[in-house]
């Protein structure tokens, strides 16, 4: 049987949980890989989020939010944008995979966006196979 | 233990055509604490509503779970069917294997695996949620206008109008901003005085209106509904309660200061009123220009007051307004255009700005309205040099959206009062809005003289004393042109005031890099701000002409008003709270929020959140080293045992 | 030429008495006598007849800023401050948890400092290898000049040049050696938060048995906590029983830190921890 | 019964040791030395001074999983998990830390209620004691000696053991102990020399000084009992401490504990973990009220408990000497010099 990988998706509310809704809507097909877990900002993304998701046994973890500038709340992405980069390099340094994290901005109306990323992370996941670093068996 | 209803919904063949919606039911029912799970073809209409409902009470549920469609979709429609059923709304969890499942597969097999994982992770969070409720406070009607220019002047009117109480604070002795300093207004050439007197002293007149001249906001508390604002009345020096503005005074003042209103092209006396219009109409006294108050002695104007009206002791003194609305209006100044020496403002008397020209025109200016430059002769070749300043990498990125039409404007004034050679100098010709095309149609045929291309420099011609150079370069024809001419107009970028950031701080807005104040949403919340009732309107915003000024004014009356209206407003439920017993007191909370919701109490060392300021982002929650912030709806915990359910399976 | 211990415990001596006669301080934060010369105690004097009571050796390794939180706000102290400790004093004022005006900073130069336990030179590799202290309003000696001035980053060369699954099991080698004590975050000056977050049931970020899962969820998190602050005094690794070598782990974040946002943690007072800060124009690079 | 074999030939009485069961013995690790399950005789390594942990792990892991259950699921379907229990040699334990598993026998067996885990392991396990060398002045941080235990005291192992030299002898203590190396091929008989040299070395044991001072349990128990509401000198002696658990951890008398469960994916485990009294939420009660914020009302729990209320309750004092706590302080804090102190004030 091939790897299909379990990928954790956090995406905020307003920018792109709603760029998924979008992809669903123009009915864009893509891997159904990916688990979303809506907050309702980037900057809500706790970087323990992240290790907690690779030790449930996340394969990748895909984290969504306004593109910078445009956040919700003025700020938060900005904030997010340092401490989610902190993150993966932690992450690299303890020696995961780097290709494993990914923060993308998607907006609302980037639902193609959202469709292609998911495309390419499910793909870039499935050739790095299961993740086992982290995972608590 | 809770008790957990999982309502799967088939959206017509939207969902089940993808999903195997019967089995992922029964999964449902399999799965901890889930007492029943049902499917159904439209959980949304009427019938599925009304199942839901009499499975809560059935069932006795206190969670309920709506697998269906977005939740930007129908959580709103789901979490009244939990309140009609005496459910706390909070208590529901929409699971999304519509637009996030079943229309993003063709696969029955991939798309029931997912929306099993997915309402797993969904029952993992419901058995954690809390119920919430909005805190309802009491909203003060009264609304506060920052700023007496034209737009602060239209919000105030309107407001007014419904019969709220307006506090409209200027920092001005009198209201009328910019617009009072003008002549005539594109495109109609209306004079500017006519239409905006009648409003000034409309204002004046108006019992809901307390007009603040001479003041300053100095500090902000409080949140939406509910601001104090203490301002800050500069000393006058003249009880305005006292005077009966007969301006005796005035007469009598040997003192000199410079004309403001005139932008200083002429002196006025130390003790003033800015221009016979103004309003109120009441003098001040201008210290730094005041004969008594440079050498000790004078006090003329006390002679020749009979109302003993004149107080050379005054203070500034403070009072605190109580508001539930705030408007910002404080408009623009014009860029300073010495630093650009290439122009030559302020070297040759020649070089004027845009504003001084407004006031060689206006038959209460300077000159009488007739155009004649600083040695008093009228000159015979005129250059407008468009975008000085604007749409510049080195200065101000924006175009200023005013200065193509009153070039235009200019032009034409020009043309009427003298019998000079008129040549604009321009980038691009921007005449977007009503009547404008026309009007430039018109100067056009008034034969102007176009150049298409930047004023590169004006220099002091070699051959003729006094007169001046334009160097451009023309970029139609692509010759460099050397322009000689009398006179030369400026029209400077559009910037912000120069204390538009620390009234951003005072009221929480954030600012572009220039100053200018940020919209909540640039399409759609173009007036409000990330700052919950506080209100933007006019120029602090961006560069723009009159209409819109106006027209934004009248919006944000009216935004205000959607809050001060109400007696009560209901506050985001979804907000943070600190757990004392868990801060360390590291304060990252208070140094990141954008709303300066969360504080420190330095007698305990632990920071609280003022939810009537929290949007509910969760920012702090994340900062937050020792987990002491609860992100309502959002916590830790929720997020966590979300995750952990859809990494089960 | 560095002055000698001897003479900067002179110093300390003197200058921690007028401090404290002078009723400027109501407590000097330095080092004492332990059980033997080379393990001298943090010490605490509180008038002029317990500022005898002081020692400065090469084995005063403790970094007291440590301490500084444990006093309420407001309490005027006198802080002994080595180069790495000045620094954290510095983090500390950035984060309002103490204020300048309620410190005096005693500087202390000094070069030739050693590991207890291993008689090793603590030196660049396993701290930030300044010699002088950032911050100071006495200097207890003169500045520390001529000695070479290392990069504290380049001991990470090794560590850097391994492939992900060789560092993986580098970590996890020494991390599951931890014994969960907790050494590190009490040794630590910027681990003030009590209760920790791995201590917290509510939420569970991480659990208390000494196993690969709890121990990477404790120490990546707290890496990422101190992101941005970590002064690199090294006091977690000394403080470790099980010797796992943290200070790696904070100078390559401090390393990237300083790489993507510009600026070193406890080097001025004036700047915001870089953590709960930003700027508009930080390249999406960083994420890559 | 007085045994030997040499230095070079411990691999194959390691070989012999792990015929019999599983053998625990002292390995050389990045930090120190520490007593890991032997799997390579080869590993066994003598050359140490005291392992860097204590042995008390052997019986007392720091992790024990008691119970296995489902989250939802009724407690009767939770599982009991039965400890791993073997014949057992804990080879090369100190004296001072053979001294330690009487005290926490105490614990864990001597009050009425027994502890199955511990118990069990106990009796599975036999312990080949190991001499300090009398020769060799004591690490500064060890205080033995002031609590009557010798550096080569056989007394509580199975089998003691002390190095002459190259070789090592091994004495039957215990009748345990006395079949077991009855039955190891690779150890050869004794002279009447070795067992002089074993017998004097026992003597030099007993007479060694490690950092001394006088402590009789009666009046130290007191003098802690009068000193409890002296926060000033509790305050003073704390002032250093961080409030870590290095020295609870590495103590061999230590023995508090915590019940954790941890579940994953509804799979839940219901386990003991070590816990010290240093650390804050020790003693956090569900109220949120906690007894004991301050660090000094730690360090006085920890001292008193071990040099007073122990003593009050049990007889001994509950601590061997074995200077690991004041080794491991990452701030030199010395337990022995508090004592001391405590004496005086």
């Not at chain 3, 309003?137 to 492939?163: F, I, R, W």
């Not at chain 3, 029983?241 to 974040?253: A, E, G, R, S």
């Amino acid at each position: 049987m091939s790897f299909e990988p379990k990928i954790l998706g956090i995406a905020c509310n307003w920018c792109t949980y709603t760029g998924a809704d979008l992809a669903g809507t123009t009915r864009l097909q893509y891997p159904q890989n990916l688990r979303v877990v809506r907050v309702m900002c980037s900057s809500r993304i706790n970087p323990s989020f992240i290790f907690k998701a690779f030790q449930l046994g996340a394969d990748g973890v895909l984290v969504g939010g306004c593109h910078p500038g445009d956040c919700h709340y003025n700020t938060g992405n900005l904030y997010a944008r340092r401490r989610l980069a902190v993150t993966k390099k932690i992450l690299e340094f303890s020696g995961m995979e780097p290709g494993r994290f990914r923060v993308e901005w998607i907006s609302a109306s980037e639902g193609n966006k959202f469709a292609e990323v998911v495309r390419e992370f499910t793909e870039e996941i499935r050739n790095l196979g299961p993740q086992t670093k982290f995972k608590i068996s | 233990m809770s008790r957990i209803g999982v309502f799967v919904c088939h959206c017509g063949l939207n969902i089940a055509k993808t999903v195997r919606v019967s089995e992922l039911a029964q999964f449902a029912a399999t799965l901890p604490d889930v007492v029943v799970a049902k499917d159904y073809k439209f959980m949304c209409s009427t019938p599925g509503q009304e199942m839901i409902a009499n499975d809560i009470k059935e069932h006795r549920l206190d969670r309920v779970i709506v697998t269906a469609c977005s939740p930007l979709m129908h959580e709103q429609t789901f979490r009244k069917v939990l309140s009609a059923s005496g459910l706390n709304q909070y208590l529901l969890t929409i699971v999304n294997i519509r637009e996030q499942v079943s229309w993003v597969t063709h696969d029955i097999d991939e798309g029931t695996a997912k929306s099993k994982a997915l309402l797993n992770g969904a029952v993992n969070r419901a058995r954690l949620l809390a119920p919430l409720t909005s805190r309802v406070i009491d909203v003060n009607p009264d609304v506060m206008v920052v700023g007496g220019g034209i737009a602060g002047i239209q919000a105030a009117l309107e407001l007014a109008n419904t019969g709220r109480k307006v506090y409209l604070v200027e920092k001005n002795s009198t209201i009328g901003g910019h617009m009072a300093q003008f002549d005539k207004t594109f495109p109609t050439l209306d004079c500017s005085a006519c239409i905006l007197t009648p409003k000034m002293d409309s204002v004046m007149q108006n019992k809901n209106i307390t007009l603040m001249t001479s003041c300053e906001v100095s500090e902000v508390k409080g949140y939406v509904g509910n601001f104090d604002i203490t301002v800050k009345q500069k000393a006058r020096y003249v009880d305005h309660d006292k005077c009966n503005a007969c301006l005796a005074c005035t007469e009598k003042c040997p003192g000199k200061g410079v004309s403001e209103w005139d932008e200083g092209l002429v002196k006025r006396k130390a003790i003033y009123i800015p221009f016979p219009q103004a309003v109120p109409q009441k003098p001040i006294i201008d210290r730094d220009a005041c004969t008594y108050f440079i050498k000790g002695k004078c006090r003329l104007c006390e002679k020749v007051c009979e109302q003993k009206a004149i107080d050379f002791e005054q203070q500034d003194t403070f009072s605190t307004m109580k508001v539930g609305a705030v408007i910002v209006a404080t408009g623009y100044d014009l860029m300073d255009t010495k630093p650009l020496v290439q122009y030559g403002y302020g070297k040759y008397p020649g070089v004027y700005n845009a504003l001084e020209v407004e006031r060689l025109f206006n038959s209460a200016g300077p000159t009488g309205g007739k155009v004649t430059m600083r040695d008093g002769k009228e000159p015979q070749a005129i250059a407008i040099l468009h975008c000085i300043g604007s749409r510049d990498k080195n200065n101000y990125e924006h175009c200023s959206r005013v200065c193509c039409m009153y070039s235009l404007k200019f032009a034409h004034l020009f043309k009427e009062k003298t019998s000079a050679d008129v040549y604009q100098f321009y980038i691009d010709m921007r005449a977007a809005g009503k009547g404008y095309e026309e009007f430039y149609n018109r100067i056009i045929e008034e034969d102007v003289k176009f150049i298409r291309g930047k004023g590169a420099r004006v220099a002091e011609s070699a051959d003729e004393p006094g007169r001046l150079i334009v160097e451009a370069e023309d970029t139609i024809t692509g010759k460099f042109i050397k322009l000689p001419v009398d006179m030369v107009v400026l029209s400077p970028a559009m910037k912000p005031r120069a204390d538009s950031k620390d009234l951003a701080r005072l009221f929480n807005l954030s600012t572009d890099k220039y100053g200018f104040f940020m919209e909540r949403h640039p399409k759609l919340a173009p007036l409000s701000t990330m700052s919950e009732g506080i209100f933007i309107a006019g120029v602090c915003q961006s560069p723009k002409d009159i209409p819109d000024t106006v027209a934004q004014a009248n919006g944000a009356a009216a935004e205000a008003l959607t809050i001060v209206v109400k007696d009560k407003m209901e506050l985001e439920a979804t907000t943070a709270m600190v757990n004392p017993a868990s801060c360390c007191g590291c304060q990252n909370c208070v140094r990141v929020c954008p709303y300066g919701a969360p504080f420190f109490k330095e007698d305990k060392g632990v920071s609280e959140i003022n939810e009537a300021l929290c949007k509910g982002c969760g920012l702090c929650a994340s900062v937050c080293p020792s987990s002491a912030i609860i992100a309502r709806h959002f916590t830790n915990e929720q997020v966590l045992a979300e995750m952990e359910g859809l990494m089960e399976f | 030429m560095a002055t000698s211990f001897k003479q900067i415990e002179e110093n300390l001596k003197t200058e921690a008495g007028k401090l404290l006669d002078a009723g400027k301080v109501s407590m000097v934060l330095a080092y004492g006598r332990g059980y033997d010369e080379k393990h001298p105690l943090p010490y605490v004097a509180r008038s002029l007849a317990d500022v005898d009571g002081m020692v400065f050796n090469e084995y005063c390794t403790a970094n007291l800023a440590r301490y500084l939180v444990r006093y309420p706000r407001g309490t005027k102290i006198g802080i002994a401050a080595k180069a790495a400790d000045s620094r954290a004093v510095i983090q500390l004022i950035q984060e309002d948890k103490v204020k300048r005006d309620d410190l005096v900073i005693l500087g202390i130069p000094v070069y030739g400092m050693k590991n207890a336990k291993t008689d090793e030179a603590i030196d660049a590799k396993t701290t930030c290898g300044l010699y002088n202290p950032v911050i100071y309003d006495v200097l207890l000696g003169e500045e520390v000049h001529g000695q070479p001035v290392l990069s504290p980053y380049e001991v990470l060369e090794k560590v850097e040049a391994m492939g992900q699954d060789e560092r993986f099991a580098f970590w996890k080698k020494e991390l599951d050696r931890c014994i969960r004590c907790y050494a590190c975050r009490k040794a630590c000056p910027m681990c003030y938060c009590d209760p920790c977050f791995i201590d917290q049931n509510k939420p569970k970020w991480g659990e208390k048995s000494p196993e690969t899962g709890g121990n990477l969820m404790y120490h990546l998190t707290r890496f990422h906590h101190l992101a941005g602050r970590c002064i690199d005094c090294g006091e977690c690794s000394r403080a470790c029983p099980v010797d796992i070598p943290l200070y790696l782990f904070h100078k390559k974040v401090a390393k990237e830190c300083e790489e993507m946002f510009g600026q070193a943690a406890g080097m001025s007072i004036d700047e915001k921890p870089a953590l709960i800060n930003f700027r508009v124009e930080d390249s999406d690079k960083i994420l890559e | 019964m007085l045994k030997k074999t040499t230095v070079q030939k411990l691999s194959d009485l390691a070989a012999g040791l792990m015929e019999k069961g599983a053998l625990i013995a002292p390995v050389r690790e990045e930090a120190g030395h520490n007593f890991r399950e032997i799997s390579d005789p080869a590993a066994v390594d003598l050359d140490f001074y005291n392992t860097l942990l204590s042995p008390k792990s052997v019986f007392f892991p720091h992790t024990e999983d008691f119970i296995r259950y489902k989250t939802g699921a009724s407690i009767a379907e939770a599982v009991c998990v039965e400890p791993d229990i073997r014949p057992t040699v804990l080879f090369g334990v100190r004296p001072c830390d053979v001294k330690s598993f009487e005290i926490m026998d105490i614990h864990f067996t001597g009050t009425g209620k027994v502890d199955p885990y511990w118990a069990k392991r106990r009796e599975a396990a036999t312990i080949f004691g190991y001499a300090f060398d009398p020769n060799t002045p004591a690490d500064p941080a060890d205080f033995y000696s002031t609590l009557g235990i010798g550096a080569a005291d056989p007394e509580g192992s199975d089998v003691f053991m002390i190095r002459k030299d190259q070789d090592l002898l091994l004495q039957a203590v215990s009748p345990k102990g006395e079949k077991l190396l009855s039955e190891l091929p690779s150890l050869s008989d004794a002279s009447a020399d070795d067992q002089k040299y074993f017998d004097g070395t026992v003597a030099a044991g007993r007479t060694f000084k490690t950092r001394f001072t006088c402590v009789e349990a009666e009046p130290i128990a007191k003098k802690f009992e009068d000193l409890f509401h002296n926060a000033a000198f509790w305050e003073k002696v704390s002032e250093a401490c961080l409030s870590c658990g290095a020295c609870t951890f590495v103590c061999p008398t230590c023995y508090c504990f915590d019940i954790c469960d941890e579940t994953l994916f509804s799979q839940g485990t219901r386990r003991r973990v070590w816990d010290s009294c240093m650390f804050t939420d020790f003693t956090l009660e569900a109220s949120g009220h906690n007894p004991r914020t301050k660090v000094y009302q730690r360090l006085r729990q920890k001292i008193s408990h071990k040099y007073s209320y122990h003593i009050r309750k049990y007889g001994p004092i509950s601590c061997v000497g074995c200077g690991r706590c004041t080794r491991n302080c990452p701030v030199n804090i010395d337990i022995f010099s508090i004592v001391n102190e405590a004496m005086k004030a």
